[in-house]
């Protein structure tokens, strides 16, 4: 079992991500339906009704998925994309995050405040450090992740993270291993993808992104 609560020995299912032709593990994966008015929906749940199709969740792949009409290739009929997917989806992603960081929260499996945080990390209870984007670099330099891979979400804001945590405005977290996390850890890392990524993929099986 990973310090973050995903079982390393977990063979997770792999689909084909329409843009970049690349087969990778559903969990680095934005799954989409087909909506009844022909609309594509993003499924950041993956609990909606109907064959899924899969796009890298990356801002240059869906763009390019969205401008190549490959949404309608893969569905086998014409189906209309919504706006500035990129967009669309970061923004379900990183409600999905804080979502799940609140019902960790309200489970005890996740705190916040420095000296808690900091407890849970040096004693172990903590599997995974949270901490916001616009925080200070010399504050986050005092806690350190805690070994391992997975262990460290840096992906929302002080604010996102502040509605997660019911304050205005929250710096550090940690996460207990178990519970939510795994999915929690999984969600952040797409949303970290999104928020990084500024290069631009090209069409066509085996095609890497940056």
């Keep these: ?29 934005v799954r989409f339906v087909v909506g009844p008015d022909a609309q ?6 993956g609990k909606l009704p109907g064959r899924g199709i899969y796009v890298s969740a990356e801002r240059s792949a869906l763009a390019l998925a969205a401008k190549k009409k490959l949404f309608s290739r893969a569905a086998k009929q014409q189906v209309s994309v919504p706006d500035d997917l990129p967009a669309l989806v ?19 499996d996740a705190v916040t405040g420095f000296e808690k945080v900091k407890e849970w990390i040096v004693s ?7 901490q916001a984007s ?11 992740p805690p070994d391992g891979e997975e262990t460290y979400i840096g992906s929302l804001t002080g604010s996102e993270l502040g509605l997660a945590f019911g304050r205005e405005n929250v710096i550090h977290g940690a996460l207990a291993a178990g519970g939510l996390t795994t999915r929690v850890v999984e969600e952040a890392a797409k949303l970290k993808s999104m928020r990084e990524d500024i290069g631009g993929p090209t069409a066509g099986k085996g095609t890497k992104t940056t």
């Excluded at 172990?124 to 949270?130: D, F, N, S, T, Y």
Aim: hydrophobic share 35%.
């Design 124 to 130: 172990g209870q903590g599997a995974v450090l949270i």
């Design 134 to 144: 616009d925080g200070s670099e010399r504050g986050k330099s005092k806690l350190r």
């Design 1 to 29: 079992m990973a310090r973050g609560g995903r079982d390393k020995n977990r063979e997770d299912p792999e689909r084909k991500c329409i843009a970049t032709g690349e087969i990778s593990p559903k969990v680095g994966l």
């Design 40 to 45: 594509i929906v993003p499924d950041i749940n």
């Design 90 to 108: 970061e923004t379900l992603l990183k409600d999905r995050v804080i979502g799940l960081l609140s019902l960790a929260r309200k489970a005890g």
